[in-house]
T-cell receptor, first 115, second 110 residues
Framework: EAGVTQFPSHSVIEKGQTVTLRCDPI?????LYWYRRVMGKEIKFLLH????????ESGMPNNRFLAERTGGTYSTLKVQPAELEDSGVYFC?????????????FGEGSRLTVL | KQEVTQIPAALSVPEGENLVLNCSFTDSAIYNLQWFRQDPGKGLTSLLLIQSSQREQTSGRLNASLDKSSGRSTLYIAASQPGDSATYLC?????????FGSGTRLSIRP
């Protein structure tokens, strides 16, 4: 069974440009989460999808970030326009059951560098 | 607001030793606690998941305990090996919000 896959693995863009990160969860996992780790800090929650609905987006830093999960399968996270402080590693995770009890499976992460 | 702390931030021990990594959390109303390892440039690999009703979980040389009343979890690694070198993170789940500690960077010397 394929694990959580993320694309791209690394993206380098200039300030003001747009980047879209993609996450394919494990098949059959209704719950999908986005996290990010900026340099030297702990991993922080961004948002949680249950199927195509946003269950909790309280961790999204500002309105330059837009996450979608049309059809309840893969998800995208768009940053527009990107700023220097957006640099970091963006992780996606999925679980079969809800975050209350479900084991999380993580992707390898997408490293974003904003110059 | 839940805070998760991991001590120590870094640990280096010789191969073969048993060791304990610590994780503390401020909100005892957790649903579960999960331990992960992260290798450089890689994603997070799940090691053990402890539900709030459980006190410990074991997998091979790893044993994780959970004490909600004191807000602590420990990850015990027996007979450490160089391949155990990685960053170990704990994460607590409170009301669907998953909070990570900053991790313990473990180095096992051959």
């Amino acid at each position: 069974e394929a694990g959580v896959t993320q694309f791209p693995s690394h993206s380098v863009i200039e300030k003001g440009q747009t980047v879209t990160l993609r996450c394919d969860p494990i098949s059959g996992h209704d719950n999908l989460y986005w996290y990010r780790r900026v340099m030297g800090k702990e991993i922080k929650f961004l948002l949680h999808f249950v199927k195509e609905s946003k269950q909790d987006e309280s961790g999204m830093p500002n309105n330059r970030f837009l996450a979608e999960r049309t059809g309840g399968t893969y998800s995208t996270l768009k940053v527009q326009p990107a700023e220097l402080e957006d640099s970091g590693v963006y992780f996606c995770a999925s679980s079969r059951t809800g975050g209350n009890t479900g084991e999380l499976f993580f992707g390898e992460g997408s490293r974003l560098t904003v110059l | 607001k839940q805070e998760v702390t991991q001590i120590p931030a870094a640990l280096s021990v010789p191969e073969g030793e048993n060791l304990v990594l610590n994780c503390s959390f401020t909100d005892s109303a957790i649903y579960n606690l999960q331990w992960f390892r992260q290798d450089p440039g890689k994603g997070l690999t799940s090691l053990l998941l402890i539900q709030s009703s459980q006190r410990e979980q074991t997998s091979g040389r790893l044993n994780a305990s959970l004490d909600k009343s004191s807000g602590r979890s420990t990850l015990y690694i027996a007979a450490s090996q160089p391949g155990d070198s990685a960053t170990y993170l704990c994460a607590s789940v409170v009301a669907s919000k998953i909070i990570f500690g900053s991790g313990t960077r473990l180095s096992i010397r051959p």
